[in-house]
């Protein structure tokens, strides 16, 4: 028994945890409560588990992150976490029947930002497919289970771990990783794979599908075709470019498989799913508040990984969880001071600081030649990118369509499109079509992209938008 909870019944069933359906007496709700198994609890268990509590914690304010209400030890010396009750229809609804395309989309761009900003946190799932993506009461998507999930700069640990063979990469069922942001790419398309095929992407239907038929097929990288006429071709494409054989094929972030995902979207004609990342600040707050206890160190001299963009560099750190796989798993568990003087005195002093003052402006000057070289070079690239002008609108029961004239998008071109201040989508098609409340008022910018550099920013568009 749980103080404060009432027991209703048992939902299912781990290799470490048992997960009950509890009723929370105050404030009065169903909740889903994660038990850990007797037999497998130690101390070394028990600091895991602290570890999951600690990193869902950090990564749950997401929408698409299951929401952990709190954790505590229960009477017996058991180690419990108090979840949202969520519903895994999803993960049996796939298997039997043909979700909608769109439907999918939404539900995959949700979860791609809840995994990229995971990444932007320092933190690796390690176990993403389609069973561990509930849905809320409310229908939307979230990503459970970071049971054996670590930081990204884990690369000197070793570690064994449960793997879900049919959503692993190669590089995973081979050991040459325990997970990296390459193998999560992977298993991220091959999760979406699996959502429009009702199978595995490497699984044949009525054919031999053991581990070892499974893990040779992965390990040639050949995904079966989805086999569904209304998959368009450049979906299709994209999720096998995202299960390469070799990671550096891959993309090299969710967010770049996402963003492919919103074209698809406008391929097909439907609003783009917005995507939903944390703010720099929020993340390098986070990062920095894990318990020492759930903090590992890693190896003396071991590089820390290279973040993306705008991310900034942390120290490495990393977190062991609890696998709720059958196999087991181990886990692993400045001063300041003044400069020193050269000795120097007199003469040779200041002709030591002129020698310095020369070589300073020197390098001043050398530096300053090549920031005029930059900005006139960026000046002329973002030049040289056409720029989109004169974007129109229409309206109709509060959905307000933009267009625009082709500027002359070359091959691999797309538009950057941002609405007021959220984070801009990118397409190739000339128009965009936002839905909002009568009285509001709709603000649209349009730039090209090209080759991952952006041009010069169309006129700022707004339109108010009017009822019927």
């Known amino acids: 028994m749980l103080p404060g909870f009432s027991f209703v019944h048992i939902l299912g069933s781990g290799g470490f945890a048992d997960v009950f359906l509890y009723e929370q007496n105050m404030p009065r709700r169903q909740v889903a409560v994660k038990v850990l198994l007797n037999e497998v609890v130690n101390e070394n268990v028990r600091q895991m588990f602290q570890a999951e509590a600690n990193l869902m914690g950090q990564v749950s304010a997401h929408p698409s992150v299951l929401t952990v209400h709190s954790a505590g030890v229960s009477a017996d010396g058991r180690p419990y976490l108090v979840m949202e009750l969520c519903s895994a229809m999803l993960s049996e609804r796939y298997r039997r029947e043909r979700i909608p395309v769109p439907e999918i989309l939404r539900v995959a761009v949700a979860i791609g930002s809840a995994i990229e900003t995971a990444h932007r946190t320092g933190v690796l799932h390690r176990d993403i497919k389609p069973s561990n993506i509930l849905l809320t009461a409310y229908g939307h998507p979230v990503l459970s289970d970071f049971g054996i999930a670590s930081t990204l700069s ?25 997970g990296t942001v390459a193998s999560e790419v992977w298993a991220f398309a091959a999760t979406i794979y699996s959502l429009l095929a009702g199978r595995s992407p490497f699984e044949i239907p009525d054919g031999a599908n053991s581990s070892a038929d499974l893990m040779g097929r992965i390990n040639r990288a050949k995904p079966q075709p989805i086999g569904r006429p209304d998959v368009p071709a450049s979906l299709e494409q994209a999720l096998r470019r995202a299960m390469s054989r070799r990671p550096e094929q891959r993309p090299s972030s969710v967010i770049e498989v996402v963003r492919e995902l919103q074209l698809v979207e406008s391929e097909l004609g439907v609003a783009q799913t917005p995507i939903e990342l944390a703010m720099d600040e929020w993340a390098l707050s986070t990062a920095g508040d894990l318990g020492e206890r759930t903090r590992l160190r890693a190896a003396p001299g071991a590089a820390a990984p290279v973040k993306e963009g705008r991310r900034r560099r942390r120290a490495a750190a990393a977190l062991g969880g609890v696998d709720e796989a059958p196999a087991n798993r181990s886990a692993p568990r400045e001063s300041g001071g003044a ?43 973002a030049q040289s990118i056409p720029r989109v002008a004169d974007i129109r609108d229409t309206q109709s029961n509060g959905t307000v369509r933009f267009s625009w004239d082709d500027p002359g998008l070359g091959s691999g071109d797309r538009y950057s499109v941002a609405v007021d201040d959220d984070t801009p989508s990118f397409q190739q098609a000339n128009s965009f079509k936002v839905d909002a409340a009568p009285g509001a008022t709709v603000c649209i910018t349009v730039t090209v992209n090209r080759g991952g550099r952006a041009g010069e920013p169309s006129s700022t568009k707004c339109v108010d938008i009017v009822a019927g």
Do not use: H, K, M
């Open 339 to 381: 400069i020193p003087s050269s000795g120097r005195s007199g003469v040779g002093s200041r002709r030591g600081a002129n020698g310095w003052l020369i070589a300073t402006i020197a390098a001043l000057v050398a530096v300053i030649g090549v920031i005029v070289g930059v900005l006139v070079y960026s000046t002329q690239d």
């Open 154 to 178: 884990t690369d000197t640990i070793e570690e064994s771990i449960g793997l879900s063979i049919p959503w692993s990469a190669p590089e995973v069922l081979l050991d040459e990783t325990t």
